[in-house]
């Protein structure tokens, strides 16, 4: 059992708003997780994030040798953002992704990354773009990023034996990360298996439903009741909603406080937890998806409404 865990947070190309949303997560908070209140994931110590640490400059930059030494082990090592080929950006003679200096020379997210990730316990790639490369690596992908796990290589494997998990989402539920973190602390302690994951590496507890299953509105798309235009109180999917496509609880979960959720407030999903997203099928994002992602959808959706029809021709029984 790791009594102390600590965290190194890295930032790639991000926006910071997975971090955003890390601090809106409240059932558990990321307070609670850090200032030890919930008993069985506490000893968690946050050595390193750029945006959230009191430290800058090379005494920030000097955590990550240091964790590259060892000084930090056990670490679960977490990524937002995509990471950038930087060879297209050495032949122009820059760099994409700088994240610190030491000595006055400019340390980049791929010089780390390799070594951090061989040491670390667990790889958690936060947010889309750290999962699949998310909007920079979107058409026409200028700066040639790609997610984590394309990063490290398929074969990839922690210290603990376990491949990149993926927290994918634009930016991901607060509460996501929290407690795909927390699973793997309480792996680490020998207290829950390994979470077990979808095909693309993602935690099946979180993501084993779609969007669409979870959404409120879904009575309206059982009874062919749609929206016109925005603000209708019916289903979103001509206005372009992606739900039926896009794994993710958030509809009834909500974004903060149990609040908001995407179509639950009259906006579309546009599949942010996707590999593809931000391009085909996901975008454009206002576009019906093509009729072939919906197909399986499309037939348990006929079959619901022959079913309902069904039934309200059966005698009740009370
Ligand atoms: S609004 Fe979107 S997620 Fe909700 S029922 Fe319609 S298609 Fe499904
Ligand atoms: S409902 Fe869709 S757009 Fe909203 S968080 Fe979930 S996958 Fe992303």
Known sequence: MADKLNIIWLQGQACTGCTISLTGGTHPSIVDVLTGFMPHIEG??????STLMLSWGEEATKVLKDAENGKYDPFVLVV?????????????GGYFCGIGEIDGKMIT?????????????AVVAVGTCAS????PHGTPNPTGSKGVLEFLGKDYKSALGLPVINISGCPPHGEYMIEALGHLVLTARGVLPVPELDEHNRPKFLYGEKAHETCPRAGHYCE?????????AGCMGLLGCKGPISHCDVPRRGFVEGVGGCPTVGGICIGCTEPEFPDEPFGPFLRKAPASAYTS???????GKISAVLGRLSPRKI
């Not at 937002?80 to 122009?92: F, I, L, T």
């Not at 959808?297 to 079959?303: L, M, R």
Request: proline fraction near 4%; charged fraction near 30%; aromatic fraction near 8%.
């Open 109 to 121: 997210l791929n010089d780390v990354l390799p070594t951090l990730a061989k040491r670390a316990g």
């Open 224 to 232: 062919g009741d749609y929206s016109k235009e925005f603000g209708d």
């Open 297 to 303: 959808e499309t037939i348990k959706d006929v079959v």
């Open 80 to 92: 937002e953002g995509s990471v950038p080929d930087e060879d297209n950006a050495k032949s122009s």
């Open 132 to 135: 699949f490369g998310g909007i």
């Open 44 to 49: 968690i110590n946050l050595v390193y994030h």
